[in-house]
């Protein structure tokens, strides 16, 4: 079974303050993601990886960075938390692309952050 | 640009009645990856099933969904909802060869009661 797990699972931070989402896999799979769900949006990419020392942007970048230092582990940081940032945050991996898999992704448990 | 459009955002439904949430997309990949995936309380988002294959019907735990590229449509049907049905659901699109990240929908609530 495919496991991804997320730290801290629920995160209070001040407007200014640097957050730090964290997540770990033991699938063995090159990609990983950051996405945010918001009702109404759905799940929106902020960013991914490739593998180890790569990060890239997805479709709502701005106010986050990432980092890549290891296949397993994918961290999301905000370097000056703000209220819109209030969310929750899945980390997600995915198998290689092609064949039968189509890049199947694999979710954590969530991180629900509330900047005040 | 690529999206995912689910035109319902809550469906109401009494258990026994057959369920069909809509799913259209614009991509320009020539081979799309359609997934759906379903999201209980408090839970994380998982497979439910997915298909690169044109008029295939594809099937899992009582879904079943067909891709049909001409009309960009992978629409998710069930003959008979169940309260456990009871969820969250989304599309979403991928490239067969690329690798792509996943790009969502906005979902669509399912609320099934006796």
């Known amino acids: 079974e495919a496991a991804v797990t997320q730290s801290p699972r629920n995160k209070v931070a001040v407007t200014g303050g640097k957050v730090t989402l964290s997540c770990n896999q033991t699938?063995?799979?090159?990609?990983m993601y950051w996405y945010r769900q918001d009702t109404g949006h759905g799940l929106r990419l902020i960013h991914y990886?490739?593998?180890?020392?790569?990060?890239e942007k997805g479709d709502i970048p701005d106010g986050y960075k990432a980092s890549r230092p290891s296949q397993e582990n994918f961290s999301l940081i905000l370097e000056l938390a703000t209220p819109s940032q209030t969310s929750v945050y899945f980390c997600?991996?995915?198998?290689?692309?092609?064949?039968?898999?189509?890049?199947?992704?694999?979710f954590g448990e969530g991180s629900r952050l509330i900047v005040v | 640009g690529d999206s995912v459009t689910q035109t319902e955002g809550l469906v109401t439904l009494t258990e026994g009645l057959p369920v069909m949430l809509n799913c259209t997309y614009q991509?320009?990949?020539?081979?799309?990856?359609l997934f759906w995936y379903v999201q209980h309380l408090n839970e994380s988002p998982r497979l439910l099933l997915k298909?690169?294959?044109?008029?295939k019907r594809t099937e899992h735990q009582g879904f079943h969904a067909t891709l049909h590229k001409s009309s960009s449509s992978f629409h998710l049907q069930k003959s008979s909802a169940q309260l456990s049905d009871s969820a969250l659901y989304y599309c979403?699109?991928?490239?067969?060869?690329?690798?792509?990240?996943?790009?969502f929908g906005t979902g669509t609530t399912v609320s099934v009661s006796p």
């Open positions: 997600a991996s995915g198998d290689a692309p092609g064949g039968n898999s189509g890049n199947t992704l694999y």
């Open positions: 699938n063995n799979h090159n990609n």
């Open positions: 990886s490739y593998g180890a020392g790569s990060t």
């Open positions: 991509t320009i990949y020539s081979n799309p990856f």
């Open positions: 298909s690169f294959t044109d008029n």
């Open positions: 979403a699109l991928s490239d067969w060869q690329g690798g792509r990240a996943l790009i």
